[in-house]
């Protein structure tokens, strides 16, 4: 059968079924390997911050860490590498003078939760005085006492503190209200 003007011929339809056949092969393939590369990523990072004790790691959609929970916390000079962690918690855990130290000076930490039995003493509660970014503090359940709360006053831009559960009295969350009027205080 000839082929007249302006007709495509069988042989024209099959190299451009070809060549698109190609192109979606190759889209998909760079799908693919983005998300190994992101997924290869993630992992890493939680490696890494599960060396350094952390039990939970949460993820924003940029595969950056922005939350960690740790049970037995150790070395954590590293955790200054991931400044999208705004969250650390450290529910249960027993914390070194040195661990709480190295809390202070991480200064992308929005809230710190320290609840559930965390062994921190009201010495490392002054530690994290100088800490300008800790808007949150939980203490929910911790040996945090009276003691203490003059350093929670100090710690700057602290928004919200919960002191339920601790032995803190009625009389050292008004002391704290008092040097704090705008803290939100949970006793």
């Not at 150790?74 to 705004?86: H, R, V």
């Amino acid at each position: 059968m000839p082929i007249h003007q302006g007709q495509k011929g069988p042989m024209q339809f099959r190299i451009r079924s070809i060549m698109t056949l190609i192109a979606v092969l190759a889209i998909i393939s760079a799908i693919i390997e983005a998300k190994t590369r992101e997924f290869r990523k993630r992992r890493h990072t939680e490696s890494h911050l599960y060396s350094m004790g952390a039990t939970h790691v949460g993820f924003n959609p940029a595969s950056e860490p922005t939350w960690v929970s740790f049970a037995f916390p150790s070395d954590l000079e590293e955790i200054s590498l991931y400044q999208s962690i705004e969250q650390v918690d450290f529910a249960g855990a027993s914390l070194s003078d040195e661990a709480i130290e190295g809390i202070s000076r991480l200064n992308h930490i929005s809230c710190l939760h320290m609840t559930q039995g965390c062994k921190v003493t009201d010495t490392q509660i002054a530690l994290l005085a100088d800490n300008a970014c800790i808007e949150v503090l939980r203490l929910t359940n911790s040996s945090v006492s009276d003691n203490a709360i003059p350093a929670i006053a100090s710690i700057k831009c602290l928004k919200s503190v919960d002191l339920s559960g601790t032995p803190v009295t009625k009389a050292g969350a008004a002391k704290l209200k008092n040097l704090c009027p705008n803290l939100v205080i949970k006793y």
